[in-house]
């Protein structure tokens, strides 16, 4: 250990308070200054000094007593992800969709006016849909709250019991500030703390940086220099909240720990109220267009009915009726079902869809941002090429490697496990190579520490007598410092083993100055194409019994080559990513990587081709496109905070690049609203996993992570993923674009339709003196009209709806009402003629009233019910596409009941209907068919003016 428990106390006396350390005092620091103040009082100062801070803090541990005090006040480090299910909210939630307000409040001027009918039915919608949100969100929601739940972590923590210093292996709710814990390999810090020792610790923070390989931490000797600045994500001595040890050892104080983390700090930011969604947008813009034909069409029936009848009691009614005939008060059901039908259907493909609102926004998605590690790639470092010092390939460096990793006695390195697991997957192991375990026997070793950042292990072969090879891998830098020699013999040559192998003196020459400049230009080329690299040297040594070697024998080495490491691809990458681009869903990387190797990956993806990339207007010609260069598609978070002064060129970097690299999580936030923002504003998706990922998977439209991400990422997203693949966020987009397409289809039709018979009403109040249909049988026939459009999220839909995002449009739903819904007028009136001339029915006491009202009641349902599969898509319905099972079935079977309901006693007496004349029947046919006629012509003409249907 760098540190024992004696020099601990020698140096508390000592203590000395590096300058511009103090806890802020200012009102409005922000939470994220708060952490980095309370981290920086204890890491800026020498290890030794720490304790000197907590009178109760010792490197012996804290004692039982101290630490249950401690967690008295400060409460159990318990995750910010593992709070109660917020049971209430979600119901509340659910009921305060805008469809089921204006539904409520119809209900209450129905009940107000003493139709109880009116008022069970709507009311029976509204718990309906109410309550399917809520029980489908509560279910995801548990079930996300147990993936959080199912890990338990335990901690080893230094603990005084009875005076004696203790290691005990707890659980980490139970963890408080000043307990001093010991990690090693694959450990979690179960809060933030400072390192006091440190034996080759490297810590794992991509869930915190992105990035992939492991960082070397070491502890603090000297005070931070007055001028030194402090960066919470990059420095030496703090380790985060979730953040792990993959090699070597150590033990770290906790400084905070729950909700005083730096997680909890970007969890606190999460706790503010979420900005509307682009669907969310959409809906309340359709709720204002429908709210304002109710406040514009009903009182015109009402004062034209009562002109004409002198009836306003009745006027009032029937006004009313036709405020809920303007009303889709199947909506909110409808809505429900639809996003219940893809959450079932999504749930097979293993996703959680923790808010309904998600699935619809997966489909109105353009821009999808995701970061690298895991989601493009495999997250797993694994061995890329072999070469030289002039970058040709070679097995020899491989070779060396392998050597030195396979006998190397400390913890396995991810690297080291990359360079062991390739060459026995590709049959090039020295030692395999020979078939006998023993073919080369370690005789010393210089461990791997994050000062030298080398690893050194000699070795020979059994036949040989005294002849040793001592093999030295590590950074480029620090192995190049020790080599005065580089290999010129050629090794394309070698044979799978090295068995043969002997460091001949003619084999190299002398290292110049210009070869060391070589070396480096071929490090930074390959460091450029987004490669790791690591540097293999090798040196002829005399083995001896019992010697022992040392860093003293590193020295005057023969440079090898280099083997170069990266995370592959994930094999059904490319193919999702093409998947996406066919849906026009654009694809940007945003990471806290190292824009080098996020761009290798992007490039192999081919979302670096600048043919391929749209810019911030579809209006840009070839010019502008061939203008842009790959490193224009590129940007770092250094250079958006200097944007961030001007915010036209933001937003312009924003819209042009496609790599994001070097951000922090609020750049990562900064991104997604500054993309949503753009080309008149747009729905957003953000996958990601880590705590770096939480705040821009909060800000997105739809957010999205997965069930191995931290629990801060999971309680922030709408969709947790159980397999961490854009194939499934392409699936996804498709179910979410079947999803509105569908509800749009719903709300299209009802609204043309309802409008339509608004116009009819119209037209009959002014002409005929008698009401043209009763209130009830209004709202029977609407019913009927919406129980058929019920099988609406069993629909099919033609393929072509589902190239491009969909949104909820106001514009377009008041357009297609508009243009199509009065040409069911003429069809209307035709039967008002009927009844005027060939029925004679043209006074308010003929006993023929009710036959009036019964023909328009059949002309009107049937109309409607037919006309659904001309609605429903913008081709020849029955020849280019047909409806699904479900929507012909139920259609013609509420056809059926329409046609059935004058014929059943007791109801046509509760309706006030009598059976249709049957001559009747053939106006009918020739209506339906007429109406039809007429429904496709207006159908293609608009498509042609308006360029969409649905």
Known sequence: MTFVNSFFTSRLLSFR??????????????REQLVTSRLARFAQIPASDIFALEPTWSPLGLTEEAAAEILKQRGQNIPVAERPLAALSTLWTALWNPFNVLLTILACVNIATQDVATFVVMMAMVVASTGLRYWQEMKSMVQALKLVRSIVTRVRVVRRVNGISQELEIDQKLIVPGDVIAVASGDVFPGDCVLISSEALAIAQASLTGELMPIDKTIRLAPAA????????????????????SAGNG???????????????IAEELNRKRPENAIQVGIRKVSYVLMGFMAVMAPIVFIVQGAVSHDWKGAIMFAIAIAVGITPEMLPMIVTSN????????????????????????????????DKTGTLTIDLVSVSNSVTDNGEDSELPIKLAYINSLLQTGTRSPIDRAIVEYTHANGKGPVAGDGHQDSWQKHGEVPFDSTRRLLSVLVSRPSTDGEGLLITKGAVEEVLERCTSVYRQQQRSFSASLSNFKLERTAYTTLTEDDRRAILDTSNRLNEQGLRLIAVACKCATVKQFMTINTADEEDLVFVGFVSFLDPLKPDAADAIKELSKLNVQVRILTGDAPAVAGKVARDLGLLNTRNVMLKSEKADEEAVGAISEADLIVTGPQLAELS????????????AVIFAKLSPYQKLEVVKALRAGDGGRAVA????GVNDALAIRGADVGISVDSGTEIAKEAADVILLEKSLGVVALGVVQGRITLLNTVKYIKMACSSNFGNVFSVLVASAWLPYQPMLPLQLLVQNLLYDFSQGSIPWDNVDPEYLETPRTWSALSIIRFMVCLGPFSSPFDITVFCINWFYYGIRTADSPLVTLAQTNWFLEGSLTQLFIIQFLRTGKTPFIQSRASLPVVLVTFGMACVSMAIPYIPKVNTALQMRPPHPEFY?????????????????????????????
Not at 17 to 30: G, L, Q, Y
Not at 645 to 656: I, P, S, T
Not at 686 to 689: A, E, I, N, S, Y
Not at 936 to 950: D, G, I, P, T
């Open 17 to 30: 308070r590096p300058p511009n350390i103090s806890p802020p005092t200012a009102d409005h620091v922000t």
């Open 226 to 245: 007055e001028s030194d600045t402090f960066h919470l994500l990059n420095n030496d001595n703090v380790c985060l909240s979730g953040t792990s040890a």
């Open 251 to 265: 033990r770290a104080i906790v400084i905070s720990t729950g909700k005083d983390t730096y997680m909890a700090g």
């Open 339 to 370: 996003l219940a039908l893809s959450a079932v259907r999504i749930a097979r493909k293993n996703v959680i869809v923790k808010r309904f609102d998600a699935i619809q926004n997966l489909g109105a998605v353009r821009v999808l941002c995701s």
């Open 645 to 656: 002064k001007d915010k036209d060129a933001f937003a312009e970097a924003v819209e042009r």
């Open 686 to 689: 953000f996958l990601g996993d």
């Open 922 to 950: 053939a106006y009918l046919v020739g209506i339906i068919a007429t109406y039809a006629c007429v429904v496709h012509v207006v159908k293609v003409l608009y498509q042609m003016r308006f360029k969409e249907w649905l």
